[in-house]
């Protein structure tokens, strides 16, 4: 089993209600794989870093089974920086400034030796640079899961439609689905971008949960109602690390099989927003995981007779 | 089995995105007692109304086995009339006008005849009214249920705390339990408002679903994804409804038996919102409940292996 991880890695700086962090190691593929690999290896991350990115991160990782083969180091330029501040209600965020540094001129290229992986991952990137990996591979993935933004529906829709007509799973939030299919109806969202391409589309919610939609079917995964949330950066990352990285684990695509992979990836990220940046997902074993499961199922699991027997 | 309903019976006229309608009938009482008759009765209705109020509304209600013997009829006067504009989202409305009428001087006094029921409903009104209520009860019943809103926390505060003292389910929104709380966290609000009194909390979430909480136990109730939200209005009261005729058919006021009786206030709640005021629930069979409630069975259903054997 194999999972190719594309996206950022990056440094962050993060303000939120209960404090403010240092600049940190953060980037979508950094999430993924620390997400990812509780359930699978080798994990082929493909991504751009510059000099300055910490050895160490790179060490910790290769010890979690990820093989950075695909990660180019530009040793005389600057990672990829972001830094925002969130508001109270954590849904919402400003960004206070975007260093693109080394993800600017992002030429991925992918290792002969992940060719045959079962599942790729497109993490939040331009569709020029997901799409510029689909045509790298030799051979059709099993599975193509692709994360964007609004960003991209405004910059580069072009683009981003040809990806989406390449593709097995969507990830997107509320209002991009809203964005991307000019509905203001969730329902009437899905079936609109269900014909852009994708076999199943997957709306995050944050704090509300996550909506799974597929042909004429709908899942719901409910997020854990958390005392405080730290730090929401990263979590829809771990989010689909997780869920990706329990599919490769599985191989079970079926509507069942995605509906099993978004709780344990709602599992994970609920653990990622407790500590700044990849601070908690760093210390978390397996049964840490199977413990909050298990939340999972005891705070949807309801018995009931039909009324009219 | 027996449950008591106090609440308004009123005239609406509602604004959507989707149209407008006349005056129609509303009210909390009503909305509840259309929900609550699909699974239990007698229901006692304690509300007053105008002499304006179509007499064939109260004989539709009686003929569901509502007793109204506890609703006054004041020949002279007014019925409550409330009209809003719903927007977009459909959370939030402005109130573009609201005539209390015979609502302003509302004595309720409670019939003998239901001295011995095992629910009472307490809905949205003022919390002297609800407290007049609740003092009127000889014997005090099996479970007290209480529903209302901030404009009570910011105008009569004192008298909201007194009656939460003795109740044993609070039916809030998210923004009111925060608002009643002073905490952002629901978890930590739910903590908070426990300590005043109820039993078990609600805390309704509209289109994001439902929690419960009671003691350290926490319970999700998903909303059904709808295509459109027709018209909201009544959705809280319906809900309410269908969960305390439930409760009053299985007599089960556990935790669990609570859990079930949300899923079904839920469904319930999701027919109201398709057509303007009370016209879908008042052609629902129970065959169409049954077939909702397997919705949701199906909407949360999954299967999990632990991942850490």
């Known amino acids: 089993m194999s999972l190719i991880v ?3 890695m990056a440094f962050d700086a993060i303000e939120t209600p209960f404090g403010k962090s240092d600049k940190i190691v953060g980037g979508a593929a950094t999430y993924i794989s ?10 082929y ?3 751009v870093v510059g000099g300055d990115f910490p050895g160490e991160e790179l060490d910790m990782l290769s010890k979690r089974g990820v093989n950075l083969e695909g ?3 530009k040793k005389d330029k600057k990672s990829f920086f972001w830094s925002g501040r969130y508001h109270m209600d954590m849904n919402s965020r400003d960004t206070l400034e975007t260093q693109l540094n080394v993800l600017g001129e992002f030429e991925p290229v992918v290792p002969d030796s992940c060719q045959d992986a079962d599942i790729l991952l497109l993490g939040n990137l331009s569709p020029a640079v997901q799409l510029s990996v689909v045509a790298q591979m030799k051979k059709r993935p099993k599975l193509v899961v692709l ?3 609004n960003f991209w529906m405004e910059t580069a829709l072009d683009d981003l439609e040809k990806v989406l007509s390449k593709i097995d799973v969507l990830l997107v939030n509320d209002s991009e689905a809203r ?5 203001y109806s969730l329902v009437r969202a899905a079936k609109d971008i269900l014909k852009m391409g994708p076999r199943y589309l997957i709306i995050k919610k944050g704090e509300h ?5 597929h042909k004429d079917h709908v899942f719901f995964a409910p997020a854990l109602p958390l005392e405080d949330v730290f730090d929401p950066t990263g979590a829809g990352d771990t989010f689909a690390g997780g869920f990706a990285g329990y599919l490769d684990s599985t191989k079970d695509f079926s509507f069942e099989g995605m509906k099993s992979a978004i709780i344990v990836g709602s599992a994970i990220a609920s653990f990622c927003v407790e500590k700044f940046g990849t601070t908690r997902l760093k210390e978390l074993n397996r049964n840490d995981i199977d413990e909050r499961i298990q939340e999972f199922v005891d705070l949807v699991n309801f018995e009931i007779s039909l009324v009219s027997k």
Chains 1, 2 share one sequence.
């Open 34 to 43: 620390w997400s990812a690999s509780n359930f699978t290896n080798p994990i």
């Open 71 to 73: 990660v180019q180091i």
């Open 209 to 213: 949960g996550a909506l799974l939609f």
């Open 147 to 149: 994360d964007t933004m």
């Open 45 to 47: 991350q493909i991504s």
């Open 179 to 183: 964005q991307l299919s000019g509905q």
């Open 6 to 8: 594309v996206g950022s």
